[in-house]
């Protein structure tokens, strides 16, 4: 796994840390979300793009 | 032009991870203005959402700095960019700051993770689809 700020529970699991998961972002509309909403309950490809350039 | 190329590979893609039960998003760092002007040129049928302050990043970890983008990495990438047939348009965002892919599962289990170490450094998307 890259280098990154996980947290680890366990050697073979990796989660996403508290802080990442509490992150807020924005829809289109304006409204905001906490990160983890995003895998609530389905898996999710999240692609974070390096600008809308 | 590398979020462009980024997000067309992984977009195409879009019906293949619904079929295998996940969901596509995207996430940039710029403003929604840009981020709508973004979705509708191209075609992007996936949510898209906006951090403006970077705060997910920040958390993932994801890299940012000038020497990040401006090195040999990044000018090898731009060459194969623009062979594929991708332009650079005005930076909507952090120019500095690169970008990843993570899947996550519920309950926040990461199958999969890559964070980006040079400007149009992605991860193949056969791997992203390997990690649904």
Known sequence: ?????????HPLVARVADEAAA?????LGGGEHRLDELWAERPVVLVFLRHFG | MFCREQAVQVHRERDTIRERGADLVFIGNGN??????????????????????????????MR????????????????????AGFRPGLIQGDGRQLG????????????YSYLSSAGGD???VAD????L
């Open chain 2, 122 to 124: 992605h991860p193949p």
């Open chain 2, 100 to 111: 990843g892919v993570v899947v996550v599962r519920p309950g926040g289990q990461v199958s």
């Open chain 1, 23 to 27: 992150a807020v972002i924005r829809d």
């Open chain 2, 32 to 61: 929604r203005h840009f981020a709508e002007a973004f979705q509708k040129q191209f075609d992007i049928q996936a949510p898209l959402y906006v951090d403006t302050k970077r705060d997910a990043y920040r958390a993932l970890g």
């Open chain 1, 1 to 9: 796994m890259a280098a990154g700020r996980w947290v680890c529970y």
């Open chain 2, 64 to 83: 940012r700095g000038t020497s990040d983008i401006i090195n040999r990495s990044s000018l090898r990438n731009m060459v194969r960019s623009l062979r």
């Open chain 2, 128 to 131: 992203i689809l390997r990690a």
